[in-house]
């Protein structure tokens, strides 16, 4: 069964920048699909930032130009770089595979919690 480990989230000011990390045991985390999501209080859990195997990107329209998802193939590691935050950023953010059309494969990991606060 394949662990999710999310990491690097914090409190940080409107503005400020985090990087996020989530690290995949178990699996050929290569050829999968991978996406960074979200879940703010009372809300539903969102897809902001996707890669493919062959390392294509897409962005929901909120984060774009602001987040950029990497992955390193070799550590089984995906990564969000998040900078200029802002007050509707907060929220516990995942990480999952996916099937290639948007169907999560695995359980989901404990998420890192990120603040956005003066």
């Known amino acids: 069964q394949v662990q999710l480990v999310e990491s690097g989230g914090g409190l940080v000011q409107p503005g400020g920048s985090l990087r996020l990390s989530c690290v995949a045991s178990?699996?050929?985390?290569?050829?999968?699909?991978m996406g960074w999501y979200r879940q703010a209080p009372g809300k539903q859990r969102e897809l902001v930032a996707r890669?493919?195997?062959?390392?294509?990107?897409n962005y929901a329209d909120s984060v774009k130009g602001r987040f950029t998802i990497s992955r390193d193939n070799a550590k089984n590691t995906v990564y969000l770089q998040m900078k200029s935050l802002k007050p509707e950023d907060p929220a516990i953010y995942y990480c999952?595979?996916?099937?290639?059309?948007?169907?999560?494969?695995?359980?989901w990991g404990q998420g890192t919690q990120v603040t956005v606060s003066s």
């Open positions: 999952n595979a996916d099937d290639g059309d948007y169907a999560t494969l695995w359980d």
């Open positions: 178990g699996s050929i985390f290569s050829i999968y699909a």
């Open positions: 890669i493919t195997g062959r390392g294509s990107t």
